[in-house]
């Protein structure tokens, strides 16, 4: 799985929000799977950000692992379908759970409760 983190306003240099989400190279079933909490496959913003990312990587295998059985250049793209958080604010927390939980299989159930309990063990961490 890697971390992405999409700036919001990249051309102002004073803004530093952003939307974390995640994009899982999916071995087994031969794919990259996209988990975003606020976005679909709808968006565009969204796979313009990880259709890149997912270009880059796939170039980087090519040139380092071009000799391996595996080869991941074919591999399509599947935009997960997740709950969606109900504000702006909370999309680190959700993809935390996907690094926490995602089997390939079933979406983690990612609720309001779920996220103040991160709250509350990331704050005492």
């Not at 170039?59 to 591999?75: A, D, G, L, M, P």
């Not at 159930?109 to 509350?120: F, G, P, Q, S």
Request: glycine residues 4%; aromatic residues 12%.
């Amino acid at each position: 799985m890697f971390p992405m983190f999409q700036e919001l306003a990249p051309h102002d240099q004073q803004d530093k929000c952003g939307h974390h989400y995640a994009i899982c190279l999916d071995l087994k079933n031969q794919r990259f799977e996209v988990l975003d909490s606020i976005h679909s496959e709808a968006d565009a913003n969204l796979t313009t950000h990880a259709e890149f990312f997912i270009n880059n990587l796939k170039e980087t295998w090519n040139r380092h692992y071009k000799h391996s059985k595996v080869q991941i250049r074919h591999f399509p793209t599947e935009y997960v379908a997740t709950a969606k958080q109900g504000n702006t604010t909370d999309c680190g927390f959700h993809t935390l759970e996907y690094f926490a939980k995602w089997e390939g299989r079933i979406v983690p159930a990612i609720t309001a409760a779920t996220v103040v309990e991160l709250r509350k063990i990331h704050t005492w961490n």
